[in-house]
């Protein structure tokens, strides 16, 4: 299965491992990373905030990882009207790469699907 990866499933895994600390490892183990230039920008500029300076040195390794492995695509020129304008990115590179999005931000992407792309839960994409 091709995924694109939320950057909030990213920093959970840093900070805390867990559900999404699986689902990274399920990704990069079993599944196709399609990433963008957009999504990584915002991966490394989240990665530098203060607040995650005490999981940056982990979440710069996933990200790296991710970003070794992954297929990058540029992302369709295709807007779903969601409430955050700069989440739109997600399904722009998730319809550009026919993946489907994890996700933990339920309230940006309230709809289990949108266009042609399925919209996952960490924990609903482990459970599948």
Do not use: W
């Amino acid at each position: 299965m091709k995924v694109v990866i939320d950057c909030n499933v990213v920093v959970s895994a840093a900070r805390a491992g867990g559900t999404c600390g699986r689902v990274i490892v399920e990704v990069v183990r079993h599944h196709e990373v399609i990433l963008s230039e957009p999504i990584l920008d915002e991966y490394l500029r989240i990665a530098q905030r203060p607040k995650h300076t005490r999981y940056r040195d982990v979440l710069l390794a996933i990200i790296k990882e991710v970003e070794t492995i992954a297929t990058v695509v540029e992302p369709a020129d295709i807007v779903f009207g969601i409430r955050d304008p700069d989440d739109e990115v997600y399904l722009a590179t998730a319809v550009a790469g026919d993946a489907v999005l994890i996700t933990g931000n339920s309230k940006d992407f309230t709809k289990p699907k949108y266009g042609p792309v399925n919209v996952f839960s960490p924990r609903a994409f482990l459970d599948r």
